[in-house]
């Protein structure tokens, strides 16, 4: 099992060609993650402000600026503070399924807003996405699958249950972004009010480590190169307790193992073809 592999730099020549996934910030205060093709760039979730989420993607030569769109799971703040700002400033599109507008959030006002459903795939430029619903406590939340040539990356946080819906579209990614958001003792322990306890660990909550390491059990294969443990709560759970669960679910060798931060943003996580199976690097 790996925990952390490091390489040299990069070329920015070779980056283009490569599957590019920056954890940006994931937790509690703010989720936002980058994905690139090379050709097209988005942001799934901006919920830092736009200021910050600026500041981050520059420590790893990022920019706003080369964004094609802004993709929004859901409409909790923690997951689009930053989504108007960047839309205006730089006249981004925001794909945003018709649940998350019920509540009217401001943060989704005066965007160029783009409509999806979950069951239905869309595309933005060369990239393929298919949204699936999640059970979460918000309009309709969407879990998601993007395709970029032959790779396949999943996305699920902020959900209470894994349902077979949940289990299917997350089969066969080549990296994985799951929530880890509690250790089970630590929540009923810990300094929560009771109701609050009761909403995290319910089935419209989030998954605990245990929930995380039952799914990679499940859908676990040879050529799943990386997962990504996410919104990990920090009253609630610690990233050794999260790696010690759940890699206890992780039989494959090729697969290793981080946990995102809230405060920092990630290295990057380069996805790149060989013969045989699909490799991971971190720059």
């Known amino acids: 099992m790996v925990f952390e ?45 736009g200021v910050e989420i600026e500041r981050r993607m520059a420590s790893r030569g990022l920019s706003p ?16 503070r930053g989504v108007g700002i960047l839309s205006r400033r730089f006249n981004l599109p925001v794909y945003v399924n018709d649940g998350a507008l019920k509540s009217e959030p401001p943060q989704l006002r005066h965007i160029r807003r ?29 879990g998601f699958t993007i395709h970029l040539r032959n790779h396949k990356i999943g996305i699920a946080t902020d959900l209470g249950i894994v349902t077979a819906m949940v289990r299917e579209h997350l089969s066969a990614c080549d990296l994985l972004i799951l929530e880890a958001n509690h250790d089970p003792d630590m929540l009923v322990n810990g300094p929560y009010p009771w109701h ?24 676990g294969h040879h050529r799943l190169q990386h997962v990504i443990l996410a919104h990990l709560s920090e009253t609630n759970n610690t990233p050794e307790k999260a790696l010690a669960e759940v890699c206890e679910g992780i039989h494959s060798r090729q697969t290793s193992v981080t946990v ?16 045989e199976f699909l490799e991971a690097d971190y720059v």
């Open 5 to 49: 592999k490091l390489t040299d730099a990069h070329d920015p020549a070779e980056l283009s060609e490569d599957i590019s996934v920056c954890m940006l910030a994931s937790g509690s205060r703010g989720n936002s993650i980058y994905v690139s093709d090379g050709h097209t760039s988005i942001l799934v979730d901006a919920g830092l402000s």
């Open 65 to 80: 600026g080369d964004l094609d769109a802004i993709v929004v799971s859901h409409e909790h703040e923690d997951h689009i």
């Open 114 to 142: 783009q409509s999806f459903c979950c069951g239905s795939p869309f595309k933005i430029n060369t990239l393929m996405l298919h949204p699936f619903s999640i059970s979460h406590d918000a309009g309709d939340p969407a």
């Open 196 to 219: 609050l306890k009761q909403r995290v660990k319910g089935r419209t909550g989030h998954l605990s480590n245990q929930d995380t390491r039952a799914l990679l059990e499940d859908i």
């Open 260 to 275: 995102a931060s809230q405060d920092i943003c990630s290295q990057i996580v380069l996805l790149h073809s060989s013969s």
